[in-house]
């Protein structure tokens, strides 16, 4: 799939662009997302294999968005923006707590965190800041680029209980 992606965009330098662009931030925030999800459950090998599903489906809507197939999956892209927005606030909001608690804290469970996995959590709340701004603005005119905004939004839900 990435060498049928690289073949469609080698005529388009403004789409090879582009397509790398979005291909490197959707891997960035879903892997940031896998990571906390990981350090939330407290581990487990589990995590491999959804980060690896999760990547292939990246992978996949990029190769879609380059190829242009993606009008079947179009509707408007502003109210996935949106919806982006609303789901990146909450799952910042809750980083945030998870940081000022120094773990996950609940009924039903505990998560202490080391020092390492505290310092882990700040970096990647400002991490998956940085990319979801950028995606936000790399998107804004795309109606194309509804699909990646789509797939960001489907993998920040795993981390909504």
Same mark, same amino acid.
């Given at each position: ?38 350090i939330e459950s407290g ?12 990547v292939l489906d990246a ?7 380059? /190829?242009?197939?993606? #009008?079947? =999956? ?6 996935? %923006? !949106? ?16 940081i000022k608690d120094k ?40 109606? /194309?680029?509804?699909? #990646?905004? =789509? ?6 839900? %795993? !981390?909504?209980?």
């Amino acid at each position: 799939m990435a060498e049928d992606t690289v073949r469609t965009v080698s005529g388009d330098k403004a789409l090879k662009v582009k397509s790398e662009k979005f291909d490197s931030l959707l891997v960035d925030i879903i892997g940031d997302v896998i990571s906390y999800n990981y350090i939330e459950s407290g581990g487990g090998t589990i995590w491999s294999f959804i980060s690896s599903y999760a990547v292939l489906d990246a992978k996949f809507a990029v190769n879609k968005y380059v /190829k242009g197939t993606t #009008l079947n =999956d179009q509707g408007y892209l502003g109210s996935s %923006i !949106s919806d982006l927005s609303t789901n990146w606030s909450e799952l910042r909001a809750e980083i945030q707590t998870v940081i000022k608690d120094k773990g996950f804290k609940s009924d039903d469970y505990s998560v202490d965190l080391t020092e390492d996995e505290l310092e882990e959590m700040i970096d990647l709340r400002l991490r998956l800041d940085n990319n979801i701004k950028a995606l936000t603005k790399l998107a804004a005119n795309d109606e /194309k680029a509804k699909i #990646l905004v =789509d797939v960001v939004n489907d993998k920040l839900d %795993i !981390s909504m209980n």
